[in-house]
């Protein structure tokens, strides 16, 4: 009898170990603002398979949920303004043809409810037209005339933040800016500071997006990290990549992004800069949680501050490709087959079974004492996924459950350590604050950045945001 239970717990064992591990559902906040009393987000899910049926925003004390159906920007027709802002500098005539090509598969790829606005940037910021339709928009690139011999990237980009913020907005409208340029400044007049843009950019309602030409590295990093503080996509047409493909791969980001409406008029706080969390949920389960800040107006109508008397039931969005499953109506509780939900789901329910057929099997064999639950200390905390952009990592974790703190160091004890000389030995520190993700300059002597800002003193994190500590580069995930 031994044997055959020793065998069933092998075999069960081998099944286990055969199955994939499923990636960690993740959601990243890339955009937030309010109009008029509905605060809109827009999220980048990642991995997420099982069907979100409820999502809720949180605003200091208040819980507001989301109206209406969940569904990504090209499901929902959501209206997106592409205002492309080419560099006229008189270093740029060699790429004028990769421009009209990615203009040319812009306009065809990105969806019906699309407008387009063109504006050219040198020594000035300079709007050449507005409201353009797909098809007009290729003969609008064609007339640029590359001679400008100022290159006022920085001013420029102010200039086109004030713009964007006098046009008035059309609902959940999502604003994007794309800058065609070799990121090269030039600017005589001194103009708007690196520090002072980046700061300016990360705070924005606009999402900047820019493809790069050139081979200026250094000029091309920092407007990817301009670019990174947006939640943007920074690109470079050369050999491995086209200008075509540059614009497919945008057009493909912005509309698989989940747009999200939660009204708000019952807010009663005193407006200004407030954190913000949004939590998605599959019936009574969380899957994923994504957090950033958001400015609310104090204009914001107080409203009534009663809670509702029933929470309305969000459906899901029918649509595959956001990974969202079911039917756009309340419905009585049904099956998998009859609900949509991605067969992984049902893996995991054969796979719990087994999981607990052998935890069993064990048990009878090994004799061992019934085991204790975790504390809520032990609870797992904040997955987080770490990706290595410059140094040499020493220590072997990539991936972490952040519940206290992780530091960031050159010694081998710190949870994230590298093999650098100009590294403090406890130089940085990510830690929870009960809110939100934090970042910490532990006095080291080389400093830390985020997304090219010092840190001098705690500040949120954002899932993706670049971090530089010493000659070091990295990402968190989560």
């Not at 708000?264 to 998605?280: A, D, K, P």
């Amino acid at each position: 009898m031994k044997r055959f239970l020793l065998t069933g717990l092998s075999a069960l064992l081998a099944v286990l170990l055969s199955i994939p591990v499923l990636a960690a559902e993740q959601a990243e906040l890339v955009r937030a603002f309010v109009y008029e009393d509905t605060l809109y987000t827009y999220v980048e899910l990642t991995d997420v398979t099982r069907p979100i049926t409820k999502a809720d925003a949180t605003l200091g004390t208040h819980v507001f949920p989301a109206s209406g159906t969940l569904e990504t920007v090209r499901q929902a027709g959501s209206p997106v303004t592409y205002l492309l802002l080419v560099d006229c500098s008189n270093s740029m005539p060699d790429f004028q043809a990769d421009i009209q090509a990615f203009a040319a598969e812009l306009a065809r790829t990105a969806g019906e409810n699309t407008r387009f606005i063109l504006a050219t940037f040198g020594k000035d910021f300079t709007v050449l037209a507005e409201d353009l339709t797909a098809d007009s928009l290729s003969a609008q690139i064609d007339t640029i005339a590359y001679t400008a011999t100022q290159t006022r990237l920085h001013s420029s980009l102010g200039e086109m933040l004030d713009y964007f913020e006098s046009l008035p907005r059309q609902g959940s409208e999502l604003r994007s800016a794309v800058v065609l340029s070799d990121a090269v400044q030039y600017d005589p007049q001194g103009g708007v500071s690196y520090e002072e843009i980046l700061d300016r950019i990360s705070r924005s309602d606009v999402m900047v997006h820019s493809v790069g030409f050139g081979t200026d590295t250094g000029a091309l990093e920092d407007m990817a990290r301009l670019v990174g503080a947006s939640g943007g996509i920074h690109a470079v047409v050369g050999p491995s990549l086209t200008a075509q493909a540059a614009a497919e791969d945008l057009t493909e980001y912005a509309n698989n992004l989940l747009v999200t409406g939660f009204p708000i008029s019952s807010y009663s706080g005193q407006g200004g800069t407030e954190h913000l969390s949004v939590t998605f949920g599959s019936g009574a389960e969380l899957i994923c949680r994504a957090e950033t800040e958001v400015d609310i107006p104090e204009t914001l109508s107080s409203g009534s501050s009663e809670t509702p008397a029933e929470e309305p039931v969000l459906p899901p969005s029918d649509a595959a490709s956001s990974g969202m499953g079911g039917a756009a109506d309340t419905a009585p509780e049904k099956t998998p087959q009859e609900t949509g939900v991605p067969i992984s789901g049902a893996v995991a329910g054969a796979v719990g079974g087994v999981v607990i057929l052998a935890v069993v099997l064990a048990a009878v064999l090994l004799r061992r004492k019934k085991p204790v639950l975790a504390s809520a200390a032990d609870q797992p905390g904040i997955y987080m996924r770490l990706e290595v952009l410059e140094g040499t990592l020493t220590s072997t974790r990539t991936e972490f459950d952040l519940t206290d703190e992780l530091l960031v160091g050159r010694d081998a004890g710190c949870d994230i350590a590298f093999d650098s000389p100009v590294l403090s030995r406890r130089h940085t520190r990510i830690f929870w604050d009960g809110t939100a993700v934090r970042i910490q300059d532990l006095g080291s002597q080389n400093g830390t950045a985020v997304s090219g800002a010092v840190v001098t003193e705690p500040r949120i994190l954002r899932s993706g945001d670049e971090i530089t500590a010493g000659d070091v580069r990295f990402r968190l995930k989560f």
